[in-house]
């Protein structure tokens, strides 16, 4: 009997870690269950996308106008000289962004993909699965996405089995607009999970149907099972808190530099800086700014301590058994990713709001990971049991 086909559509083109990691799990887990698993190669972002998201992009061109701009009419020196001084900032960014370009792009290799579409093309000719899957990651995130529904998988044949595992909304609210839409394409959804329990209450609201709460992908695989991927070449001699910190929902800055220098007096550890920052090296830290999928997987292994603000930040340090601390969001949000997974794992005392820096001391160092343990062991069988009944659930009948 030949094994039955699962086709996976998620955020997995992204230049984002925790998007990378997310799609191969997503891809080991369904084969380890017997089937064969192909991510659809769906071309995202593009330009549409982008100018449908609320997150600012690198302000690279802003800042080439700019410079264009007061080249030609800057009458000081001074003047020319900080935008000379931008410039060059800008020039090595993006020296940097195209090397870990290149080491995502090395990690796609990992991946069983499709062809790529467009979203013309996956609509004119779709792939043919026999079962269709919503990953991951933010898939039905409506800002970022717009009138774009092929992560809702719209284009699928019209009888064909649609499920999701781990789906994320990306935010606690469905803007109105997208609200009929999305209840439409959801109730064709034979099977779905979701990641946060905000995105339990909107499927429901949406659909009349309760959405599972089940663990992200990357927990779905063990350290030993990721460490077989990992880019073992990455040596830091010394221990390190290994900082993973994007600007993205909120600006961690400058509270980051506050909490990492707190951290670095109580230990004498050195910094390790994932990501290009300036500043980051202006303070002494060592600074990694191309870090590619299997980098990240060695420097956590290796690290003492995490510093985050980061959903899979927070959830790798998880999964690794890594002391961490999560600096959270300290104005109105109506994303509830991070504070879910602590949540989840009951350990809410990880999560760092910025006017509660200065009461960490030396025993915020310990830790007791038996609960938390507890809890991953129980999700990630129940995950996989769950993935497990979902594929064979929406099986076609002549495999069953």
């Known amino acids: 009997m030949s094994r039955k086909k699962v086709g996976v559509i998620t955020m997995h083109r992204v230049i984002n870690i925790g998007s990378a990691l997310q799609a191969y799990a997503t891809q080991q887990a369904v084969e380890s269950l017997g089937y064969d698993c192909q991510i659809i190669d769906y071309l995202y972002p593009t330009e549409y996308h982008m100018q449908c998201s609320t997150e600012a992009d690198d302000g690279s061109e802003s800042i080439f106008r700019e410079f264009r701009k007061n080249f030609l009419s800057a009458s000081k020196l001074l003047q020319l000289s900080r935008w000379m001084k931008q410039f060059l900032l800008n020039h090595k960014y993006v020296q940097n ?89 959801l109730k064709q959804y034979r099977q779905f999970s979701v990641r946060e329990l905000s995105g339990s209450s909107l499927t429901e609201e949406l659909t009349g149907r309760v959405a599972p709460l089940v663990l992200d992908p990357i927990f779905l695989l063990n350290r030993k099972q990721w460490q077989e991927v990992a ?27 506050t909490l990492i220098d707190k951290i670095r007096e109580l230990t004498g550890y050195q910094v390790v800086f994932i990501g290009f920052h300036g500043a980051a090296g202006a303070k002494g830290y060592q600074v990694l700014p ?11 292994e290796q690290a003492a301590l995490v510093v985050t603000n980061s959903f899979h930040g927070t959830a790798f340090a998880l999964n690794y058994r890594k002391l961490f601390f999560t600096l959270c969001n300290p104005g109105q949000t109506s994303d509830d990713r991070v504070s879910s997974l602590l949540n989840l ?26 609960r938390p ?28």
């Open 97 to 185: 962004r195209n090397r870990q370009k290149k080491k995502f792009q090395e990690w796609q290799k990992l991946l069983h993909r499709t062809q790529p579409y467009s979203r013309s093309a996956i609509l004119r000719r779709p792939p043919l699965f026999d079962i269709y899957m919503t990953g991951s990651d933010q898939t039905w995130k409506a800002r970022n996405l717009g009138k774009d529904y092929s992560f809702l998988l719209d284009f699928a044949p019209i009888h064909a089995p649609r499920i999701a595992y781990a789906a994320s909304f990306g935010a606690s609210r469905l803007p109105d607009k997208y609200r009929q839409v999305y209840a439409t394409y």
């Open 231 to 257: 880019d073992k070449s990455v040596i830091v001699q010394k221990p390190y808190i290994l900082c993973y910190l994007l600007v993205g929902v909120f600006n961690p800055y400058p509270y980051a530099f």
């Open 373 to 400: 343990e507890e809890i991953l062991g129980k999700y990630r069988a129940l995950s996989l049991d769950y993935l497990k009944q979902v594929l064979q659930t929406a099986s076609p009948q002549e495999f069953q």
């Open 290 to 300: 191309d870090v590619g999928p299997a980098e990240f997987l060695q420097l956590y």
């Open 345 to 370: 794992f009951e350990v809410q005392s990880r999560g760092i709001l910025p006017a509660e820096i200065n009461h960490i001391t030396a025993r915020s160092l310990s830790f007791d990971w038996q």
